[in-house]
């Protein structure tokens, strides 16, 4: 009786210390503007050509010679991200197809709390065409509300977010009617 009854408040306890860090949870929602976003550059120089970056450690969104991003917020150990990569490359492939968003629109991943080792990993085992950008201190993560992943986001240069979705990418002609829709009025 005694040792059902210690389990029984152990438990709550650790039920209880639990949910301040599931409470914490907020991601941006559209319409939000997130400030002051600063990445890490990536490493290969194919990625840094690919969004105009030359020497730079660190950049911003406003410094880049377009007006949107679509960003993909990813985990090293996400299952869903995982399943969902080849879905991805298939999605920057037709936006760099596409005659206005690849004019407009740069795509990248964040993976919050990856080294350079897991970056890398991702991006051969998903051949990933885009660019898997670091950010080791969770410092965008915690920008965006500290999300769960995969969580995609289209955010404007000046950070207005336009489009935030938590879970699996919708489905691909869907979501490409959406993103050239959020374009052509300008956000």
């Given at each position: 009786m005694k040792r059902s009854f210690?389990?029984?408040?152990?438990?709550?306890?650790?039920?209880i210390l639990s949910m301040p860090a599931?409470?914490?949870?907020?991601?941006?929602?559209?319409?939000q503007v997130i400030a002051d976003l600063q990445f890490k550059a990536p490493y290969t120089e194919k990625e840094r050509q690919y969004?105009?970056?030359?020497?730079?450690?660190m950049f911003t969104l406003e410094?880049?010679?377009v007006d949107f991003f679509l960003i993909e917020v990813v985990g090293a150990y996400c299952p869903v991200c995982h399943a969902q990569s080849s879905e991805i490359n298939h999605l920057f492939n037709r936006i760099n197809r596409d005659e206005v968003l690849s004019e407009t629109?740069?795509?990248?991943?964040v993976s919050p709390g990856s080294t350079s080792m897991e970056i890398e990993y991702l991006r051969d085992t998903w051949k990933a065409?885009?660019?898997?950008?670091?950010?080791?201190?969770?410092?965008?993560h915690a920008a965006i509300g500290s999300p769960d992943t995969p969580f995609t986001l289209i955010?404007?240069?000046?950070?207005l977010?336009?489009?935030?979705?938590?879970g699996r990418i919708p489905e691909l002609s869907i979501f490409m009617e959406k993103i050239r829709n959020i374009v052509s009025q300008g956000g």
């Open positions: 210690f389990c029984i408040i152990i438990f709550l306890l650790v039920f599931q409470a914490d949870k907020n991601p941006v929602k559209e319409g969004m105009g970056l030359m020497e730079e450690e410094k880049l010679d629109m740069l795509m990248f991943s065409p885009y660019p898997i950008l670091e950010d080791y201190e969770y410092d965008f955010v404007r240069s000046d950070g977010v336009l489009y935030a979705h938590l």
